[in-house]
C-alpha cells in the first residue's frame, strides 16, 4: 500500500511538514519527577504515522497508538516496526482508558477536528490520570481553549479545562502543511496538569453550572440558571419571594464569559 486515502469523515487531513511534525513531538515534555520510566504516551489518530515516527525514537517514551482507520492500521502495520502489541485499532472516545493504563499517561495527537471537543471532554473525564496533553486542533478551538475570561470564545471548554490544566498556545500552522490541507488554519496546544486536587464545591454540580450558563452565553445567567436556582429554592422551602431575592445578586446579572474558574466555583457554592 502507497498511502493511506484521506477520508473526510474521518476528519483526515495527514500532516506533510516534517519539520511541524517534530516540533509537536518536541512539545512533549516528559516531568522529570514522572513515577515510571518510560512515560506511558497514548497517540490519537496517527493515521500515516508523521508524528509516529519521531515518538519512536524517543527513549523517554512508552508508546501506544489507537487509530480508527483499518486502512491506516494497515499501513502503520508495514511501514513500522515494533506495531505489534502498540497499535490498537478503534474509537479513541470509546477506548477504556482505565484498562489500557493502569497509572498516569500522556495523550498527543494531531486530533481529527470533528471530534475534538469530545476528546478534551474525556480528557476531562481522566483528569487524574493524564498530567499532559499535546494536540493539534482548529486554531479557533487551540484560541477558545486557551482563552481568558471576557473573551468572545470564551467558553464551556475553557472553564472546565482551565479548572485544572494549564493551556498554552504553542503555535500556528497554516493549512498548506497538510494533504489534502483543511479549510482552516490548525494550532497545537499544550495542557499541563495544574496543581489542583479538588475545586472546593460539588465538581459535578460545577459541569453542570458552566453548561447550563453558557447555554444562552449573550444573556445575564438569571435566565439559564433560573431552573438550578429554583431547583435549590425547593431543596430549602423558599417562598417565591425569596428566589426572586436570591436571584436579584449580582452575579446573576452577568454574563457567563465574565466569570473565571474562581467565579464559578463560588456561583456553584451559590446554587449547591
Ligand atoms: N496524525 C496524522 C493523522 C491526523 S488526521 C497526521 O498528523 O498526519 C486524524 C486521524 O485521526 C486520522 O488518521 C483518523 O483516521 C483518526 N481518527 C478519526 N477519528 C478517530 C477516533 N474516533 N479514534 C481514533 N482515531 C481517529
Same mark, same amino acid.
Given at each position: ?5 484521506a477520508k473526510k469523515a474521518l476528519g483526515q487531513h495527514f500532516l506533510t511538514d516534517? !519539520?511541524v511534525a517534530?516540533a509537536i ?19 490519537v489518530g496517527?493515521g500515516?504515522?508523521v508524528l509516529?515516527?519521531?515518538? &519512536? ?7 501506544? &497508538? ?11 502495520? %508495514? ?7 502498540? &497499535? ?5 472516545? %470509546? ?7 493502569? #497509572? ?5 495527537g494531531n486530533f481529527p477536528y470533528n471530534i475534538s471537543s469530545q476528546i478534551f ?13 499535546v494536540g493539534m486542533v482548529q486554531k479557533e478551538v487551540a484560541e477558545r481553549i486557551a482563552e481568558?475570561? #471576557?473573551s468572545k470564545t470564551y467558553g464551556?471548554l475553557s472553564?472546565?479545562?482551565?479548572? +485544572?490544566?494549564?493551556i498554552?498556545y504553542l503555535f500556528t500552522v497554516g493549512s498548506g502543511c497538510f494533504a489534502p490541507p483543511p479549510k482552516v488554519e490548525s494550532a497545537v496546544i499544550r ?15 460545577? !459541569? ?17 440558571? !433560573? ?10 422551602? +423558599? ?27 463560588? &456561583? ?5
Amino acid at each position: 500500500m502507497m498511502e493511506v486515502r484521506a477520508k473526510k469523515a474521518l476528519g483526515q487531513h495527514f500532516l506533510t511538514d516534517q !519539520k511541524v511534525a517534530r516540533a509537536i513531538v518536541d512539545a512533549l515534555v516528559i516531568p522529570s519527577e514522572a513515577s515510571v520510566s518510560p512515560f506511558p504516551v497514548l497517540e490519537v489518530g496517527p493515521g500515516m504515522g508523521v508524528l509516529t515516527q519521531y515518538l &519512536l525514537e524517543r527513549e523517554d517514551i512508552d508508546l501506544k &497508538l489507537i487509530e480508527i482507520d483499518s486502512e491506516s492500521v494497515e499501513y502503520l502495520l %508495514t511501514h513500522f516496526a515494533g506495531m505489534q502489541g502498540r &497499535l490498537m485499532e478503534g474509537d479513541f472516545l %470509546t477506548l477504556k482508558l482505565e484498562k489500557l493504563f493502569p #497509572g498516569q499517561f500522556a495523550i498527543i495527537g494531531n486530533f481529527p477536528y470533528n471530534i475534538s471537543s469530545q476528546i478534551f471532554f474525556k480528557v476531562l473525564d481522566y483528569k487524574d490520570q493524564i498530567p499532559q496533553v499535546v494536540g493539534m486542533v482548529q486554531k479557533e478551538v487551540a484560541e477558545r481553549i486557551a482563552e481568558k475570561p #471576557g473573551s468572545k470564545t470564551y467558553g464551556i471548554l475553557s472553564v472546565l479545562l482551565q479548572a +485544572w490544566y494549564d493551556i498554552e498556545y504553542l503555535f500556528t500552522v497554516g493549512s498548506g502543511c497538510f494533504a489534502p490541507p483543511p479549510k482552516v488554519e490548525s494550532a497545537v496546544i499544550r495542557l499541563k496538569r495544574n496543581g489542583r486536587e479538588s475545586l472546593g464545591c460539588d465538581e459535578a454540580l460545577f !459541569k453542570t453550572v458552566v453548561k447550563t450558563a453558557f447555554g444562552q452565553r449573550r444573556k445575564m445567567m438569571r435566565n439559564p440558571l !433560573k431552573p438550578l436556582a429554583a431547583a435549590k429554592a425547593a431543596r430549602e422551602g +423558599w417562598s417565591e419571594e425569596q428566589l426572586a431575592d436570591f436571584l436579584a445578586q449580582d452575579v446573576f446579572t452577568l454574563r457567563p464569559e465574565r466569570l473565571s474558574v474562581e467565579d464559578f466555583v463560588a &456561583l456553584t457554592n451559590l446554587l449547591a
